[in-house]
């Protein structure tokens, strides 16, 4: 792949994304009936020794069908970057005392299959570390979340819910 910006095992880092998402929609020939495209034409978007690339409107149509941002993730991954979602059904009044629980329990459950998984034999398994991949996720949502009140209050458009302490 020449004339291009990355290394070639970039590129093929998000082939392996395509034909990781098609798998998840069904195979190629399921897949073809959510997007534009044929079983064929997903393969060849995902073959090594093929140059091209799935365009990103069949990505984003694969993606919305499986609910699942494999390729999307893989190129934030690529930049440097991790996809975390953002807070939907944000309330009206931010609620500081609850995103302390959520957090702690959130982070506590990181902190506590980490522990768990050296606790063995000090090393991380790959079993263990995607195990623990899905609390991290829940746990970046969580700081999102916080994230996303901590501005609406900051640019005055939300309040904070304020309890009462007692005397």
């Known amino acids: 792949m020449t004339g291009r910006q990355l290394p070639s095992r970039d590129y093929l880092g998000l082939k392996a994304a395509f034909r990781d998402l098609v798998e998840a929609a069904g195979g190629g020939t399921r897949a073809a009936t959510r997007t534009r495209g044929s079983a064929s034409l997903f393969s060849r978007y995902g073959a090594v020794q093929e140059e091209m690339q799935a365009p990103l409107d069949v ?5 919305a069908e499986t609910g699942d ?4 993730r893989a ?4 930049h440097g970057y991790v996809l975390v979602p953002n807070p939907e059904g944000v309330p009206s009044a931010a609620n500081f005392g609850r995103h302390l629980g ?3 329990r959130e982070a506590g ?3 506590s299959g980490l522990g768990e998984a050296l606790a063995d034999d000090g090393v991380v398994s790959d079993r263990e570390a995607r195990a623990l991949l ?3 996720r829940e746990a970046q949502e969580a700081l999102a979340h916080l994230g996303s009140d901590l501005t609406r209050v900051a640019d005055g458009d939300g309040r904070a819910i304020r309890r009462k302490v007692a005397p």
């Not at 941002?69 to 999307?72: Q, R, S």
């Not at 190129?75 to 690529?78: D, I, M, T, V």
């Open 102 to 104: 959520v957090l702690a």
């Open 109 to 111: 459950d990181v902190i």
């Open 69 to 72: 941002l494999i390729v999307t």
């Open 59 to 63: 990505v984003a149509d694969l993606e």
């Open 75 to 78: 190129l934030a991954a690529l």
């Open 134 to 136: 899905g609390e991290v």
